[in-house]
């Protein structure tokens, strides 16, 4: 059977995704076996896999352990879907709509019988799983029923490392504190500590974790330096809240006055915001998060991105007078899964998805398409062949990216196909239902340089550089800064 690594955490946004996306991709490069795991996931940024979805941090995990993506990584995924409701999804498919409440009463046992079985599945055919936590392992008042943390330590006879944040004050108090209020079994299997995030003289640290270890018995592994090694966050505690305004790409060195900026409504059921972050570490471009009722005189592009329910994410739009100052810009726009759907002209059935009653919903009328929603969920990775126009204007070739959406749209109107008959386009909008289309060079390019040249600015000289993979980013992260000895996994 597999070694388990359990990466829990003191809190939520500690540093866990890349401590387990670097651990993977560690032991990987040392020959072992390795795959990653969460038993359970809180997130509506999810990804495509063969038997259907998971979550970003495990899809990348996989990546980052060399094997193909699967539903076992990640066998229980909650999608949020607003008003204290998330879409359950067992093996990566979609089984309904509940409450808190009536998840944890009705489904929680289902829930914890797959995500033991996909464990099992794994352990048969890997040599060491790394296992992701969820939030803090600490968490008192769930520990009946904390499927990512106490109960996966214990299905899976974990080796726990206890990840914790130094950025935000008090590391120690969080170590100790959560030391003392997990239950006693798996205290006992908590196998050392790492402090993440950690930026000036490590030496001034040394006292605090030598009591620390005299405290406790419990190993420090390794301090992180603060590094964001370009990795996919999971969830929108990276974003702002909605009503603010978060300016993402803006350390690159380039000047604001030689820089575009790319305006994405903080929408309240946004999904998928990870198709935005290759816009952001592009030279010179700005991704400005902005809320509903802001104005777009800033803005040289708008992107419109997913939401796990667009029906009340465009109502929330419409309401705050968005789509007046969206008709009025004059720059490329692009709608990505929800956000094509929303730049329709309408959105039938949408009783299906919306929380009211209502059979048609208008759109904001940019483009010549009518979505009718059905209970039917398209989840698949998709390749397509590219005829760029509109904001994508000189691209071509092969992209691609995943889709999961309901809803099926049709053209009412003339207006291009530049996805192999699929998404439509006029000549300043385009909207697809391809998640990752500015992972793809082509794509982004076009956008990017078609941004710069609407904005009548030059772009940023090319300057030869190369981005550093993420993967190994966080891979050396491990390697040069957590002891690994002390867990016992297997060499090969």
Not at 211 to 238: M, Q, Y
Not at 389 to 407: F, K, R, T
Request: glycine fraction near 12%; proline fraction near 6%.
């Amino acid at each position: 059977m597999a070694h388990t690594l359990l990466v829990a955490g003191t809190a939520s946004h500690v540093g866990k995704s890349t401590v387990a996306a670097g651990l993977c991709r560690c032991l990987a490069d040392r020959g072992v076996s390795v795959a990653p795991f969460k038993a359970q996931n809180m997130s509506n940024n999810a990804r495509a896999t063969p038997g259907g979805e998971v979550g970003v941090s495990q899809y990348v995990q996989a990546r980052a352990a060399g094997v193909a993506p699967a539903t076992d990584h990640n066998p229980v995924l909650l999608k949020p879907r607003g008003d204290g409701e998330s879409q359950l999804v067992l093996d990566g498919e979609a089984v309904g709509h509940f409450e808190a409440r009536g998840y944890y009463d009705e489904h929680w046992a289902d829930a914890l019988d797959t995500a033991r079985a996909a464990h099992d599945r794994l352990a048969q055919s890997h040599d060491v799983i790394v296992a992701e936590g969820a939030g803090s392992i600490a968490e008192i008042n769930l520990h009946d029923r904390d499927l990512a943390n106490v109960e996966t330590a214990r299905f899976a006879d974990a080796d726990v490392i206890l990840v914790a944040d130094i950025e935000r004050g008090g590391v120690f108090a969080s170590l100790v504190g959560t030391l003392e209020l997990v239950p006693e079994d798996i205290r006992d299997q908590v196998a050392g500590a790492v402090i993440t995030k950690f930026r000036g003289d490590q030496s001034l640290l040394a006292p605090g974790i030598e009591e620390f270890e005299d405290r406790t018995g419990v190993p420090v592994l390794g301090v992180i330096p603060h590094d964001d090694p370009g990795l996919p966050e999971e969830d929108s505690v990276a974003l702002p809240p909605v009503g603010e305004r978060s300016v993402v790409g803006a350390d690159d060195g380039v000047p604001e006055s030689e820089s575009v900026t790319v305006a994405v409504p903080r929408l309240p059921r946004i999904s998928n915001f990870t198709d935005l972050q290759p816009l952001a570490r592009e030279p010179g471009v700005r991704v400005a998060y902005v809320p509903p009722e802001a104005a777009l005189d800033g803005a040289d592009a708008v992107v419109l991105p997913g939401s796990k329910n667009t029906v009340d994410d465009l109502l929330a739009l419409s309401d705050a007078g968005f789509g007046d100052r969206l008709r009025a810009f004059d720059g490329p726009v692009v709608g990505l899964c929800g956000g094509y759907q929303m730049l329709g002209e309408a959105i039938t059935n949408a009783a299906i998805e919306g929380t009211g009653d209502a059979d048609r919903v208008d759109g904001l009328g940019l483009l010549p398409v009518t979505t009718a929603f059905s209970e039917s969920k398209t989840v698949e990775h998709v390749q397509r062949d590219l005829d760029g126009v509109g904001p994508l204007a000189g691209a071509s070739g092969l992209v691609e990216g995943y889709e999961i959406h309901m809803g099926d749209s049709t053209l009412t109107g003339a207006a291009a196909r530049p996805f192999d008959g699929d998404g439509a386009a006029t000549d300043s909008v385009l909207g697809t239902y391809l998640h990752d289309l500015f992972v793809n060079d082509t794509a982004r390019d076009a956008f990017v340089r078609n941004t710069f040249e609407a904005a009548g600015v030059d772009p940023p000289a090319e300057d030869g550089r190369e981005s550093a993979d993420p993967y190994e980013r966080a891979a050396g992260l491990i390697a040069d800064h957590v002891d690994l000895g002390p867990l016992g996994l297997p060499e090969r």
